[in-house]
């Protein structure tokens, strides 16, 4: 091995993607790996940093004397091969920093300043358990990171699987252990023990015959209870007697509420024909470990999840692993228990809402190889995964799946991604596809698979719309209509169940008129203009237009011109007024804050503990109960008044999806969507459930305006505790971006962010729309290490490709 390492290195006021060269010390050549941490000398004086080993060389052209890598952090990689390829190609088409891409791969535990504490775990000879282990049964790695000898010997007892290393945070997360046993004596001295028994100890006799078939094994004192039928005191009087030692056994966490057994698992469900076709396909690329993207675009309760885990059994049946991609996992704990039900054991899930050591014990049970299936949330897409078989992205238009900050990734794009490396077939789903992947659909990138009917024969639900401009005039204010009333009534009669959907996309930050629905537009841009109440005026965060805030409406001059939006507890007060005896579940940001409530919340709803199930857009998405006859929209417009040119195709997503939660089962279902503009095509087409026309209509509007699929964006943004310094590094770089692109190229702003202060920081922003321009990618690398300069002190600079909101 070369005795040069490149390693890239956390130092946070002076990221770069550059790796540094440092010596090998000549006891580490036989234990460094790539994707080993370590800790390294940086800058002048004693000061150690952290970093990642991202490869060996025998050359450097660095003229100085080289430093030495000062420890090695871990006795095996903690990310392997694949993922150190994987993070370099992020951090070079996210335009973000590697080692920030790196640490995105880990579990929180190993981000943090974890104590590393090695385990026995099997026999050892007495040299080392004094060398190393100080008569303990564990130790400190960090004693000997320094000691390049007694890490070797530690690395050569890890290969054996004598030892185990556990990350262990202080007052947080580490290894879950349960008292264990392990016999002290052999076998002989066991018997020897024997016949020192008085005549009646048969528990005793029991325990020493036992301890006879477990030498050499650590056992759970509960198993050991259980196999050998005897109490507790029995043991604890093996222990004192110096026949057993008790001992600390690891344990995963589990962070399943339900369990399963692998035993009684569900079989397959019977599929009809669309299912089928797609299934073939699908599998035929497993078999012949192709990289072929399908777009499978089924219809609401079409039996989408079905198609999906008849394909990962078949990749199972490979030899292969499987990893299934949802929007928000623990808003969706049906198709995890579902998951789960088919595979068992098999299955590890991956999501924020685990804690650090539940987050740990799943990630290391996946890259042990013990779990083959992952279902999890954005971040699962990094799982350690070895010979994967099939990628699946469930709700594949959701923008959940776009990371907000550094590294600014898209799960569809490093899936696509792991889908080349791996030569396994990624499956992207969805009731209603976001444009840019059904325009790939279209031209023959992705391979396009329907599934146009519901699994029950059911139609999919009518739709009725409620024009609440007539509502209003009518009734007066109020978030429920008379037909909406009446429906709700209805279900508490029959003693069916109605979802209720509150949405909430929008703040009060746009000017909507009630008596005709119009809202303020930008007269460049065909995008709402935003309300600042700071400057009194309109203004377009796309092109910088202004206006003054408006009297009367532009379009029918109606005075009852006003900001929009309302909250869940809100509604729920005036539901309650209006329906006193229905039971309502109310599920938002509050009542859900607490870990296992979305759950427990659903749970309760699921077993008919509700009438109605009032929410924001976390209920739109992945619920199934068969009981739900009812659902309602109490304000379609909020997502459409957005400052995005995304704002039509997020409301008619949200009210296809919310509106299949309906009718699932046998009983048929009614939606009713409540708007002020009841004749937007969004709207109508939703009512429609007219996926096609909707898609010519918003493609015909992207085309003129200039926006994606028909034009790729980037979003440059800089911040700044005072303005004019935001607004001045951002000039900077127009200036850099107008001298160096193509000419087809266009460049929007600077201007100020919607939202132009947050957490006391001003943000500007520059956005690019482009369709091919040969000079960018590189000069925005340029323009991204610039920023690391002292020019740029305090000024923080995001580039953020593809973003899905302006906002």
Request: aromatic content about 8%; charged content about 20%; proline content about 5%.
């Amino acid at each position: 091995m070369a005795e040069l390492a490149q390693v890239v290195v956390d130092v946070p006021t002076m990221q770069t993607n550059q790796p540094y060269t440092y010596l090998v010390p000549q006891q580490l050549i036989h234990q460094l790996k790539v994707g080993m941490r370590v800790a390294v000398p940086f800058g002048n004086g004693h000061r150690q940093v952290q970093g990642f080993v991202v490869g060996f060389t025998a050359h450097s052209n660095y003229q100085g004397k080289l430093k030495p890598i000062a420890a090695v952090m871990d006795v095996q990689p903690v990310v392997n091969s694949e993922l150190l390829k994987l993070s370099a190609w992020l951090a070079d088409t996210t335009y973000s920093f590697w080692i920030s891409c790196l640490y995105t791969m880990l579990p929180n535990i190993l981000k943090s300043k974890a104590k590393r504490v090695v385990r026995v775990i099997d026999e050892l000879d007495e040299q080392d358990i004094f060398d190393l282990f100080h008569g303990q049964d564990k130790c400190d790695l960090a004693e000997f990171q320094h000691d390049p000898a007694k890490m070797s010997r530690l690395m050569q007892l890890k290969r054996a699987k004598k030892v185990t290393i556990d990350y262990q945070v202080t007052n947080r997360a580490h290894a879950k252990t349960v008292t264990g046993i392990t016999p002290l004596l052999n076998f002989e001295q066991l018997e020897d023990a024997r016949t020192s028994l008085h005549p009646n100890a048969h528990a005793q006799n029991r325990l020493l015959s036992y301890l006879q078939s477990i030498i050499g094994k650590h056992v759970k004192q509960t198993t050991a209870e259980q196999v050998a039928k005897l109490k507790v005191g029995t043991f604890n009087l093996g222990a004192k007697k110096g026949w057993l030692k008790k001992v600390p056994i690891e344990v995963y966490r589990n962070p399943y509420t339900q369990p399963v057994d692998d035993d009684h698992l569900e079989r397959p469900l019977k599929l009809n024909p669309d299912q089928q076709k797609a299934v073939g396909q699908i599998c035929q690329s497993i078999n012949t470990q192709t990289a072929q993207t399908f777009l499978l675009q089924g219809v609401t309760g079409s039996g989408k999840t079905e198609v999906y885990l008849q394909s990962i059994a078949q990749a199972l049946q490979n030899g292969r692993t499987a990893l299934m991609l949802v929007p928000e996992i623990s808003l969706t704990p049906q198709i995890v228990n579902r998951v789960r039900r088919r595979f068992g054991s098999q299955v590890a899930v991956l999501h924020s809402g685990l804690s650090n050591g539940e987050q740990y014990d799943e990630w290391r049970r996946i890259e042990r190889g013990q779990a083959k299936v992952v279902v999890g949330a954005r971040s699962a897409v990094f799982a350690p995964l070895k010979n994967l078989g099939i990628i699946i992205l469930d709700e594949e238009h959701e923008t959940s799946y776009k990371q907000d900050d550094a590294p600014r990734y898209h799960a569809r794009e490093v899936a696509k991604w792991r889908s080349r490396y791996h030569h396994a077939p990624l499956v992207l789903g969805s009731a209603t596809p976001s444009l840019e992947s059904r325009a790939r659909a279209l031209k023959g990138v992705y391979q396009l698979l329907r599934l146009p009917h519901r699994v029950n024969r059911q139609p999919l639900p009518p739709i009725e719309v409620v024009d609440m401009r007539a509502e209003v005039k009518r009734r007066g204010e109020s978030n429920f209509s008379l037909p909406l009333l009446q429906a709700l009534d209805l279900r508490l009669q029959r003693h069916e169940q109605s979802i209720l959907m509150l949405n909430r996309r929008g703040f009060s930050s746009f000017m909507m008129c009630r008596d005709c629905g119009a809202v303020l537009k930008c007269p460049n841009c065909d995008i709402s203009l935003t309300l600042h109440m700071d400057t009194r005026t309109m203004k377009c965060h796309y092109c910088g237009h202004e206006e003054p805030i408006p009297q009367v409406c532009p379009n029918c001059h109606s005075r009852h011109i006003r900001y929009y939006g309302t909250g869940t507890e809100k509604v729920e007060r005036e539901l309650h007024q209006l329906l006193p005896n229905a039971r309502i579940i109310r599920m938002d940001v509050d009542t859900t804050r607490r870990k296992g409530m979305h759950e427990k919340l659903l749970r309760q709803f699921g077993t008919q503990q509700a009438d109605i199930l009032l929410g924001t857009q976390m209920i739109a998405k992945g619920l199934d109960f068969p009981n739900v006859t009812l659902v309602g929209v109490l304000n379609a417009d909020t997502g459409l008044g957005l400052p995005d040119f995304r704002a039509s195709e997020h409301t008619f997503d949200l009210l296809c999806q919310v509106s299949g939660r309906a009718g699932r089962a046998n009983k048929q279902g009614q939606v009713i969507i409540q708007t002020f503009n009841p004749d937007h095509y969004a709207i109508r087409d939703a009512q429609a459930h007219d996926y096609e026309r909707f898609f010519r209509q918003e493609m015909n509007l992207r085309h003129q305006a200039g926006y994606p699929p028909y034009y790729y964006t980037i979003r440059l943004m800089a911040s700044h505790p005072e303005e004019a310094q935001a607004a001045r590094a951002m000039a900077h770089i127009r200036q850099k971006l107008d001298h160096h692109l193509a000419s087809t190229t266009i460049v929007l702003g600077p201007t100020p962010r919607a939202i132009a202060r947050m957490k006391r920081r001003y943000y500007y922003q520059i956005v690019i729309k482009y369709k091919k321009d040969p000079y960018l990618h590189q000069l925005l690398l340029q323009i991204l290490q610039e920023t690391q300069s002292k020019s740029f002190k305090d000024v923080q600079v995001s580039i953020d490709p593809d973003p899905q909101y302006f906002i």
